[in-house]
């Protein structure tokens, strides 16, 4: 018996997470990705994720100059203004990453 209830409860679980809770987190994905956050609040994330990543790469100018990199870092900061969402800041981040150009942040 004690069986047959938690295969019922895992079946119901499965479900409410499958069919139920994507549809509430789309909607609120997108209310989250249209969000505007304050431009300092943008910047002083830029400025953190940049040193943060050259600081743990174990190579971080291997495929890309350092003068390069935070010439790219300060080109994405010129682009961040007072109506950029938290889904361009996430595009500027990503490119920001990829920037290091190896298999571990492209």
Same mark, same amino acid.
């Given at each position: 018996?004690?069986?047959?209830?938690?295969?019922?409860?895992?079946?119901?679980?499965?479900?409410?997470?499958?069919?139920?809770? +994507?549809?509430?987190?789309?909607?609120?994905?997108?209310?989250?990705?249209?969000?505007?956050?304050?431009?300092?609040?943008?910047?002083?994330?830029?400025?953190?994720?940049?040193?943060?990543?050259?600081?743990?790469? +174990?190579? +971080?100018?291997?495929?890309?100059?350092?003068?390069?990199?935070?010439?790219?870092?300060?080109?994405?900061?010129?682009?961040?203004?007072?109506?950029?969402?938290?889904?361009?800041?996430?595009?500027?981040?990503?490119?920001?990453?990829?920037?290091?150009?190896?298999?571990?942040?492209?």
């Amino acid at each position: 018996m004690n069986t047959i209830v938690n295969i019922v409860s895992v079946t119901v679980f499965l479900f409410v997470a499958t069919f139920i809770c +994507p549809a509430q987190s789309d909607d609120t994905q997108n209310e989250k990705f249209s969000t505007v956050f304050p431009r300092q609040a943008y910047l002083h994330d830029i400025d953190e994720l940049a040193k943060n990543l050259t600081d743990t790469h +174990p190579q +971080p100018y291997e495929f890309i100059s350092k003068e390069r990199y935070w010439r790219n870092v300060e080109a994405k900061k010129e682009l961040i203004t007072d109506s950029t969402t938290y889904g361009e800041f996430i595009w500027h981040a990503s490119s920001i990453i990829a920037s290091i150009g190896c298999g571990h942040t492209s």
